[in-house]
């Protein structure tokens, strides 16, 4: 499986990017899919998940309310919509794929696939 992020770029707080993710996978659909990031000298942490129908999600509590993730199983692409962008959500951004296929799984080391990420950065 291969996963092909795009969408960050720079943007003024209170503002709003999309992220994509393309995957290559064969059968798209028992993938768990999610978002992570990665703030300079900081762990990666978890930002939300998808389930492989796409009627579960789960979200960080920082971004609950903000952000929303979707998933479009016939083009094989996972989307994260951010919205109020503040300074502190300047990170690289990573999809990534579990083969659980569940919205559980909060932790990278859960995690099979990468994608090679993708940068975020909020101006104040």
């Known amino acids: 499986v291969q996963l092909q992020a795009s969408g960050g770029g720079l943007v003024q707080a209170g503002g709003s990017l999309t992220l994509s993710c393309a995957a290559s996978?064969?059968?798209?659909?028992?993938?768990?899919m999610a978002w992570f990031r990665q703030a300079p000298g900081k762990e990666r942490e978890f930002v939300a998940v998808?389930?492989?129908?796409?009627?579960?999600?789960n979200y960080a509590d920082s971004v609950k309310g903000r952000f929303t993730i979707s998933r479009d199983n016939v083009k094989k692409a996972v989307y994260l919509q951010m919205n109020n962008l503040q300074p502190e959500d300047t990170a690289v951004y990573y999809c990534?794929?579990?083969?659980?296929?569940?919205?559980?799984?909060?932790?990278?080391?859960?995690?099979?696939?990468w994608g090679q990420g993708t940068l975020v950065t909020v101006s104040s």
């Open positions: 990534a794929a579990h083969r659980g296929g569940g919205s559980s799984h909060l932790l990278p080391r859960y995690y099979n696939y």
């Open positions: 996978a064969r059968i798209f659909t028992r993938l768990g």
């Open positions: 998808i389930g492989g129908s796409g009627s579960s999600t």
